[in-house]
């Protein structure tokens, strides 16, 4: 094994308030990178236009905080690095690897988020595949601004995760040519997300197994961007007694919400402890944690957090 200290990193997007899924998964990436001496970096992805706010900005901030989590050298604004990201863009046009489109459909607002389960995703057909030579074509002949979108190679994309073993996905065949940029200019995340990886230095990724299916179009990007993949770990999420995943959108839990009330944050690190299978008495900082962990003992099916837990964690302090 690879005995270079890994780089980790904590990508809250500042769309709505942090819950206990996002505790959890951010206290894993803390814990699964610190325990092996690594750097732990923090990127805000806020590219998601009037949905990403700064005023959660500084909610994430301060929660991140709360819970004792702590991270390596300044934190990345994804919104300050647009010029790059836009060459990113460029370049992989330049290679033929991305082309214009000017469809314009719902898709196109949903390229700026991550898409987590249930955010519906439609496969693109390739309209527009081999129609332009470039944005600028696209513009003279039609008059429409053009987005780019990738051209997504035939075949299955094999993503090996470290937890969930090796994966297999048909990209093409699913999303099919999936955007990089939105027509204004934004850049898409799934293009973001790899170029930021890349320019942070990022070697190993732990997020919620719902983008499991991202990581083979973040492959596919690494490729044609001659950037090397990190490690995977998709974890498994965190869903409430019905079997419902945890939605920030819905506030639901929200740690804004617990500290407002009082509750001590070692209580939600001892419970994300817990469910991570560490052993873990009632008061632990992420710290008190390190010796424990492995990932050998994390879980592998979905964390359900019944209503007498739920109550527990609740109840100040
Ligand atoms: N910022 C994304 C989200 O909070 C996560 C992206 C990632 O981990 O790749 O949904």
């Known amino acids: 094994m690879d005995s270079t200290p890994p780089v980790g990193r ?11 899924g996002h505790a959890r998964s951010f206290l894993l990436a803390w814990w699964s990178v610190r325990a092996r001496g690594g750097r ?16 959660m900005i500084d909610a994430a901030l301060v929660d991140l905080t709360w819970l004792g989590l702590d991270w390596d050298g300044p934190m990345l604004l994804q919104s300050s690095g647009l010029e790059r990201l836009r ?21 196109v607002r949903a390229a700026l988020s991550a898409p987590h389960e249930g955010d519906v995703e439609v496969r693109y057909p390739g309209t527009c595949r081999d129609r332009f030579g470039s944005r600028e074509d696209a513009r003279k002949l039609t008059g429409k601004d053009a987005s780019l979108r990738f051209r997504v190679p035939d075949g299955e994309t094999l993503v090996k995760d470290e937890l969930r073993g090796e994966q297999s996905f048909d990209v093409g065949g699913t999303v099919g040519d999936f955007m990089v940029m939105r027509r204004d200019g934004t850049p898409a995340y799934q293009l973001a997300v790899v170029v930021d990886d890349a320019a942070q230095g990022v070697t190993e990724v732990l997020r919620g197994d719902d983008l499991l299916p991202s990581a083979a179009r973040q492959i596919l990007l690494q490729r044609a961007l001659g950037l090397t993949s990190p490690r995977w770990l998709h ?4 869903v ?9 959108r819905a506030d639901d839990l929200s740690l804004a919400e617990l500290r407002e009330r009082g509750v001590d944050p070692r209580r939600i690190v001892a419970w994300a402890a817990g469910v991570s299978g560490l052993d873990g ?19 592998r099916d979905p964390v359900r957090l019944t209503a007498a837990e739920l109550a527990m964690l609740k109840t100040a302090p």
Do not use: N, W
């Open 10 to 20: 904590l990508a809250p997007s500042p769309t709505g308030l942090l819950h206990l």
């Open 87 to 107: 060459a990113e863009a460029g370049r992989l046009s330049d290679l033929g690897a991305a082309y214009p489109c000017i469809c314009s459909r719902a898709d």
């Open 240 to 248: 409430d007694a019905s079997g419902r995943r945890f939605a920030k």
């Open 235 to 238: 974890v498994p999420l965190v």
């Open 281 to 299: 008495d009632e008061r632990m900082t992420p710290e008190q944690c390190l010796k424990d962990f492995s990932l050998a003992r994390l879980p």
């Open 40 to 55: 732990i970096v923090l990127r805000m992805e806020d590219l998601d236009g009037p949905r990403a706010r700064s005023e």
